[in-house]
Each structure stands twice: as structure tokens, then as C-alpha cells.
């Protein structure tokens, strides 16, 4: 009933798929091979068949045939956007939204959009239209697809910038591939069909080299069949089809926690490279496995290999769902040792695999020559003796309390007593200790209880009988008890692992540098091992030698010796696990993890390991590095994107700065010479008055630059801190008069005070020059002939100013940056005239007071067909 359902997950595939449109890719092995003209001739087909068929944006790169094939179907008018004094013709995404046709053609799938656009990639604009339900088809070639850039930039020694993620191809309902040999796309370029005669002799010694072509062609043609193999398998899961199918080689190896692993990863691994298939490493995880043996799952990961944990009591039953629902056609499993009575029975792994498996092919790997594990150790102070030996006084308490009540307790009822110590044995100890329980008990009720007593023999058939039963339901008792133990143990190791790496999580997701978070990895390693740890780094080159980074406790990087040193930089190199405990330089006493994400490795984590064979030990260990990997690769990139932020910010900033530069400085120093020419050259001839008009000319430009030096020099005091406010009561509106006497142009602005008397805590000196720019951009960007007002309220312990205008208000794009140094927002189609530098000193100014600012427009108790205004409201504590 189970493999006669649907797939949840198929069908919620194909749910999600409803309302949504469809995609076909044209792929193409490199330029030239004909998608476009494939597509566009499928397309007039199409129209023939009556569906509405429009061109979004076909490139024809000059292409006679292409552009032949174009003719008759009909074009979506490009969107010309301008963008550094040209003018760029773009896909209108809008526009084909708004014709909403049966078929869209959107050519060149990794085009990046011109800036300004609303996606930066046709692609994501193609993924806009499917969500509208569009039927969309589009062309592509292979070497654009993200995860195949190195390879290609090998390949055709040629970095491709334009990429794609590949789940675009994921996106795709069907894929059709547009093969060329490439000896007929290299006629095809010769011919001049692709590229004018002198580009076409440099590609033919370029990227169309015939073995590039090829290589290409390959790597097309392996993603169009693995497109078709997924889609099979999407099919068989939402049909409920059992596998497999055999439309393609796939490889699942089956490994435990014995010595067979590593034999059965490695002939999977060269199973897998000679059938050019995919391969899964599948271990199942059953209650009877011992906590101290763990499978060979690094050395599958190592090797590239999907692995796969699943739980469950039936191995094989839990293989074959794996191997059915992932298509696989080849089942690989190791020659365990297996106790006498599976052989006899018929129940070893590979019998019943043979028995239940006829549509796979089985490869059973030989024996492991000479693989010696070693044995668990036991803890300190116990020994393998002491539970049989409690068991047996078990036996025995309950023998000699039975002959003390023999003449209360019937002998009959003996037989529950020694039954109840079967099931504390089992329980305590496990499935072996239980029968070996079972086994004296059985013994001991028979010679001291049963008639005849002290003899083995049995006289009454009932008592036999009894015996026997008792036998048998103390040994499946037993069982039971010693599985659901086991079971139990499984269950809590599980759960014990989950906290772990919430633990590690949490403890590893607190530091915010990197030389924090490496000390808190040590930490977290030596509290497992309960022992010294220890992180290497080292620099981008291999050769470059590691040197310590952090240790715990103090010191103890000390008892590293050369050996150690060497297994280190193994480590670091080769990216594996050296030195206890592995393959590769044992000798050493400590144990180095490499830790490494897919971006490249980071460190090494070293551990002075008392016990190599302590197993869940080393999984924490294991589990630790993969949190300290991630954790450390999320630190480093943050690091980066705050440097990376700060250096564009630095840059937007030295732009704007040499802008204005260029700009507040030149007008008046063109100003000034002008001025100064013109005085010079016609002094005497020149009215007195007209003298006086030039002088004061120059008088004006110098004041103006030299406010403009003055406000980037109050600005690097702010970012640097040199300014150090006098906080002390201060009158509001004794600072507010001050202020609007620096301010010709507002003389006769009207002043509010919500009450007579209200202080501030502030620096007056700060506060008026914060109130002087305020007030500055005020006048400069409100209405001609009117004044700005301003008002102080007390609000809870704070006081807030507000200066307000009636003028052009700023714009909602605006409003988040007005406070920006250097920003200036536009004042109709114009910027209007300053250095942008006024309200960004007045935010430094009130935020060094313990203030804040802030700007609103339109105003609120304007009416909305005026002006919309503007209010910057400046908020700092209430004197008491």
C-alpha cells in the first residue's frame, strides 16, 4: 500500500506548477549553432497552428538567416533607456505583461539588464512573466550556467561575465538541445554565418578550437540528460511507478559501522567514474549499532558522494525505498562477517537483497584484508566481567529468597521472580546479558525447585513443560527488553546530537570577530574532548606556514611537537583529517580537522585525543568543525561586506566631495578672477560704484568659500570625534533668536514656545549652529517671500524643535538621504545650490548632544493642492 501512493513531494511539485507558465530552453553548445533560429522556426509553426506568437526581444547579432526567420512574427517594441550618453534598447516587461500573448520569445537568457531597470537579469524577467502565467520560450548556451564558469574559463581559457543560477534550468518544463558538430559550426564560422571574417579568424584559434567545441558540446549534452532523467523521475514519483528505470546508471552504496565501509565507498567510487553515473552513499541507522562505531560517511563526502542517513529497524526494506524512489540501478554492499545462523537461515544482507532485488545489479565488494578495529574501551574503573557477574548474583539472591520462602511460595510461582530478573538484566544490560540470565535461571528454578530437586533431570511432564515455556518467554522477553533498550540508547544518542549542534549553534553564532569566534571554537573543542585544543590559520598560500590562532587552555599549543606540525600543515594543504586516530599520519598525538566550506578552507582544528576510538567523541568533534566552518566563513564574509561597504561609502563620499569641490569652488574662484581682472584692468575708468559692486563681489565669493571649507572641516571633526559637547541647561528660545539672527533671509520668522521658559540639556553653541543650517536650508528650499516658522514643545523629558517651511518638499526617494553628507535633493529638474553638507553637520552636531533628527514631508496641516512643505525636527533632553 505504501509504494502504491503518490510521492508527497512530487505532487506538491506539480501543485505548485498550477497557474503558472511554461518554459522551453533552446540550449546550445556555444554561439552560432542555430537556437535562435530553431526557436524562432518552432515559433512560425506555432502561429500556423493559431497560437497568438510575439517576439519579446529576438538578437539577430546581424545574421541574414536569423533575421529571415524573424519576418512575419510579430515584435514587442524595446524600451530605449538612457544610460551614460546612450541610448539602450531593453526587453519592456511591462508591455508583454499588459499583451499577456500565447507564446512570448525572449532570446539570450543570461542578458544582464541595462541599470535602472527593475530586474537585473532577462532571466528574472522571464521568471516574473511565468509567474503571470506566460508560456515562454527562450534560448541559451551551456557555458553561462554559474555552476560551470571555472570549468569553462579551463576549458576555452575565455571567463564568461554574463551567468545564470542554475536553477533557471530547474525552472524549465522542457529543454531542447540545438546540436552542431563542431566541425560544422567551425565551417559554419569560416563561412562568415556567425561573425565578420576578422572576428571569425580570431575565434577559430580561440574559443571555437575544435577540442573546446567538443568538451562544450559534452557538457551539453550531460545537463540536457540529466533535465530528462529528473523529469522521468519526477513522472515515476507523481504515478506511483516503482523503479527503476534504467534511463540512466545510478550508484547506491549501502555501508555500516564494520570494516567493510571504506572497501564498499571506494569500489563505489570507481563503479561510479567508470559508468560517468551519480552514486549515493546511503547508512542506515538501526538500534542495535554500537555508539562507538560510526560508518565511513567523511571519506564518502570526501569523495564527492551524496550521502544519505536514514533510520530504521529493516535494512533492507529502508535500502530498497531509497533505491527505488532515487531510480538507482546498481546496489553496492560489503562481505560483513555474519553469525552462523544468518547463513544458515538465509538472512545475511546479500542473500535477501538477491532474493527481493532482481531488477538492480548487486556488487558485493570482497572481505577487508587485515582490518583490525579496535575495541571500545571500557570506562575507568569497569570491567567486561562485572555484569555477568551482577547477573549472576542476580540468579543467585533470587534462588536463596526462594528457598527461604519455599514453604509460602509455590514453585511455580519462582518462575515469574526469575522471569522478572531476565527482564532487568536485559533492560540494564542488553540482549546477551538476558540470555545468559535466561540460561541459569532456567537452570537454577530446575535444581533447586523442580521435583527431583538437586538434579537437572524432571520427573512431572507439567514441570517440563513449565520449564520450557518459561525458556522460551524469558529468552523473547529478553529480546524485546534488550531491543527496547537499544532502541532507547539510539533515540537518546539522536537527541543528544541534536543538542550538540543547537549547542554549538548557539555557542559559535555569539562572537562578531573572527579572533572571538576561533577562541570560542577552542573552547567548545576542549570541553569535548576534555583536553587541550587548539586553531590553526594560515595565509592564502599553500605554502605559507600555520601558526596558532587560538588554544585553551593557555599553553597548551606547547605540547604540539614536530609530528603534530607535520600532520597540521597535512591537514591544511590536503584538506583531510591527520594525525590520532586516521590514515594519514597516525603517529602523531594530536588529531587535526581541516575546516572548510565550499569557498575553500579556513583553518584547522587540532585536539590532543586521549581516545581514538571513542565514537561519539570524534562525531561531536566532526560535528564541531562543520559548525566552526560555517560559523567562520559567516564572519569572514560579514567582515567583508562592512569593508566592502565602507569602501563604496568612502567612495561615494570622496566622489561627492571632489563634485563639490569642483563645483563650490570653481563658481566663486571664476567669480574672484573675474572680478580681479576687471578692477585690475579698469580701475580708473571704472564708476565708484561699480568698484564697490566688484569688491564686494569678491568679499561674497571668499565668505562663500569659506563657509564651504569651514562645513567640511566641522564634518571630519564630527566623524572623528574631536567634538566634545558642554552639556548644560540651556533657553530654547534665547539660542532660536540667536540662531535666526545668523540667518538674514529669516528675520521675521515666527517663533512658538508651547510654554514660557523651556530648556534643553545641550551645548548652546552646538545647538545654534545645528538651528543656523536648519534654518539655512529652510530659506534656501522654501517659498519666495515667506519666512520659516519654528516651534518648541515639550514632549515626556524631551524637547522637540521643529523648523518648517512652505516650500517644495522633498521628494519620497529623497527623504532617507537628506541627512547624507553631500546630498542634495533636486529642486524641480535642478539640484539646488550648496554643498549638502548643512544638514548633515546639524545631524553630527545634535547626535553628539544625545539627540536626534528627523525630516517629514509633505506636512500634514498644509493644504494638499499648495506647496507640500517640509518640518526637520530637532529632539535633545528636557533640563529638569
Known amino acids: 500500500m505504501e509504494q502504491d501512493r503518490p510521492n508527497p513531494d512530487a505532487l506538491l511539485a506539480a501543485t505548485a506548477r498550477e497557474g503558472r507558465g511554461r518554459l522551453k530552453i533552446f540550449l546550445g553548445a556555444a554561439p552560432g549553432v542555430g537556437k535562435t533560429w530553431e526557436m524562432l522556426s518552432q515559433a512560425k509553426r506555432r502561429q500556423g497552428e493559431g497560437v497568438n506568437v510575439l517576439a519579446g526581444v529576438i538578437e539577430t547579432h546581424g545574421r541574414a538567416e536569423t533575421g529571415e526567420q524573424a519576418k512575419g512574427i510579430p515584435e514587442l517594441p524595446l524600451r530605449r533607456m538612457p544610460y551614460r550618453g546612450q541610448d539602450l534598447a531593453e526587453f519592456d516587461l ?311 520462602l519455599s514453604a509460602m511460595v509455590p514453585q511455580e510461582a519462582l518462575g515469574m521472580v526469575f522471569l522478572a530478573a531476565v527482564v532487568g538484566a536485559a533492560t540494564l544490560q542488553g540482549l546477551r546479558l538476558a540470555l545468559y540470565t535466561a540460561a541459569i535461571g532456567f537452570l537454577a528454578w530446575d535444581f533447586f525447585f523442580i521435583p527431583p530437586i538437586h538434579t537437572i533431570t524432571i520427573a512431572n511432564p507439567h514441570d517440563a513443560i513449565g520449564l520450557a515455556v518459561f525458556l522460551i518467554v524469558a529468552s523473547v522477553t529478553g529480546v524485546l527488553a534488550g531491543r527496547l533498550r537499544a532502541e532507547a540508547r539510539a533515540g537518546q544518542a539522536r537527541i543528544d546530537g541534536l543538542r550538540r549542534i543547537g549547542a554549538f549553534s548557539r555557542k559559535l553564532g555569539e562572537p562578531t570577530t573572527e579572533a572571538a569566534l576561533l577562541a570560542e571554537i577552542a573552547r567548545q573543542a576542549a570541553a569535548v574532548i576534555d583536553g587541550p585544543a587548539a586553531v590553526l590559520a594560515g595565509g ?35 584538506g583531510e583529517p591527520t594525525g590520532r586516530g586516521t590514515a594519514t599520519l597516525p603517529g602523531a598525538a594530536w588529531r587535526f580537522l581541516p575546516l572548510r566550506t565550499a569557498r575553500g578552507r579556513l583553518a584547522v582544528l587540532g585536539v590532543d585525543l586521549a581516545d581514538a576510538s571513542n565514537g561519539p567523541c570524534l562525531q561531536a568533534l566532526d560535528t564541531l568543525a562543520d559548525q566552526a566552518a560555517a560559523a567562520l566563513e559567516r564572519v569572514r564574509l560579514t567582515g567583508q561586506a562592512a569593508r566592502a561597504e565602507a569602501a563604496e561609502e568612502t567612495q561615494r563620499l570622496r566622489t561627492a566631495l571632489l563634485n563639490s569641490l569642483s563645483h563650490d569652488l570653481r563658481t566663486p574662484l571664476t567669480g574672484i578672477r573675474g572680478a580681479a581682472g ?109 519666512a520659516p516658522s519654528i516651534r518648541a514643545s515639550v514632549v515626556g523629558d524631551q524637547v522637540e524643535i521643529a523648523v518648517a517651511d512652505e516650500g517644495v518638499g522633498i521628494a519620497a526617494e529623497d527623504l532617507p538621504h537628506v541627512f547624507d553628507s553631500f546630498y542634495r535633493a533636486r529642486r524641480g529638474d535642478q539640484v539646488a545650490p550648496g554643498t549638502g553638507l548643512g544638514l548633515a553637520i546639524a545631524r553630527g552636531l545634535v547626535e553628539a548632544m544625545g539627540g536626534g533628527i528627523r525630516a517629514e514631508s509633505p506636512r500634514t496641516d498644509l493644504p494638499v493642492d499648495g506647496s507640500p512643505g517640509t518640518i526637520v525636527t530637532l529632539r535633545l533632553p528636557g533640563a529638569p
Open 94 to 404: 511591462d508591455e508583454a505583461l499588459a499583451r499577456r500573448p500565447g507564446l512570448l520569445l525572449v532570446d539570450e537568457l543570461a542578458h544582464s539588464n541595462a541599470p535602472g531597470s527593475r530586474h537585473a537579469k532577462r532571466w528574472e524577467d522571464v521568471e516574473e512573466m511565468l509567474a503571470a502565467g506566460l508560456d515562454v520560450w527562450a534560448t541559451l548556451n551551456v557555458q553561462h550556467l554559474e555552476s560551470l564558469n571555472e570549468d569553462i574559463a579551463r576549458i576555452a581559457g575565455v571567463r564568461v561575465t554574463e551567468t545564470l543560477p542554475d536553477r533557471v534550468l530547474e525552472l524549465a518544463d522542457e529543454i531542447e538541445l540545438v546540436d552542431l558538430t563542431p566541425a560544422a559550426l567551425r565551417e559554419r564560422l569560416k563561412a562568415g554565418h556567425i561573425y565578420r571574417a576578422d572576428v571569425a579568424e580570431r575565434a577559430l584559434e580561440g574559443f571555437f578550437k575544435e577540442g573546446n567545441l567538443g568538451a562544450l558540446r559534452e557538457i551539453a549534452l550531460r545537463r540536457v540528460a540529466e533535465h530528462v532523467d529528473e523529469h522521468v523521475r519526477d513522472w515515476m514519483r507523481a504515478n506511483r511507478v516503482a523503479g527503476p528505470w534504467p534511463t540512466r546508471d545510478r550508484v547506491l552504496a549501502l555501508v555500516g559501522p564494520d570494516a567493510a565501509g571504506q572497501a564498499v565507498i571506494r569500489y563505489a567510487k570507481r563503479l561510479a567514474d567508470a559508468l560517468r553515473a551519480p552514486w549515493i552513499v546511503l547508512h542506515v541507522e538501526r538500534a542495535t549499532d554500537s555508539p562507538d562505531r560510526r560508518p565511513s560517511l567523511a571519506l564518502a563526502t570526501q569523495l564527492g558522494a551524496e550521502v544519505e542517513t536514514r533510520a530504521g529497524p529493516n535494512l533492507v526494506r529502508v535500502a530498497l525505498d531509497v533505491a527505488r524512489a532515487r531510480n538507482v540501478t546498481h546496489l553496492v554492499i560489503g562481505r560483513a562477517p555474519a553469525p552462523f545462523w544468518r547463513r544458515w537461515f538465509g538472512r545475511t544482507l546479500g542473500y535477501q537483497l538477491l532474493r527481493r532485488t532482481p531488477e538492480f545489479a548487486l556488487h558485493v565488494t570482497p572481505s577487508p584484508a587485515l582490518v583490525r578495529r579496535p575495541a571500545p574501551s571500557s570506562p575507568a574503573g569497569a570491567a567486561s566481567w562485572v555484569p555477568w557477574l551482577g547477573a549472576t548474583a542476580l540468579v543467585a539472591g533470587v534462588t536463596g529468597a526462594g528457598l527461604l
Open 678 to 786: 576687471t578692477l585690475r584692468g579698469a580701475w580708473d575708468t571704472l564708476p565708484e560704484a561699480t568698484r564697490a559692486d566688484l569688491l564686494a563681489g569678491i568679499e561674497h565669493d571668499v565668505a562663500r568659500m569659506t563657509r564651504f571649507l569651514a562645513d567640511i572641516m566641522e564634518l571630519t571633526r564630527l566623524e572623528s570625534g574631536e567634538i566634545r559637547p558642554r552639556i548644560l541647561p540651556a533657553s530654547v528660545g534665547e539660542v532660536i533668536e540667536l540662531a535666526i539672527g545668523r540667518v538674514p533671509d529669516a528675520a521675521f520668522a515666527p517663533v512658538n514656545l508651547a510654554q514660557p521658559a523651556i530648556q534643553v540639556l545641550a551645548d548652546p553653541a552646538l545647538l545654534e549652529q545645528a538651528l543656523v543650517n536648519v534654518i539655512e536650508n529652510a530659506v534656501k528650499y522654501g517659498s519666495l517671500g515667506s
Open 540 to 574: 592564502e598560500g599553500q605554502q605559507q606556514e600555520l601558526h596558532v590562532a587560538a588554544v585553551e587552555p593557555e599553553g597548551a599549543d606547547g605540547t604540539i611537537d614536530q609530528g603534530g606540525w607535520a600532520a597540521a600543515r597535512r591537514s591544511w594543504t590536503h
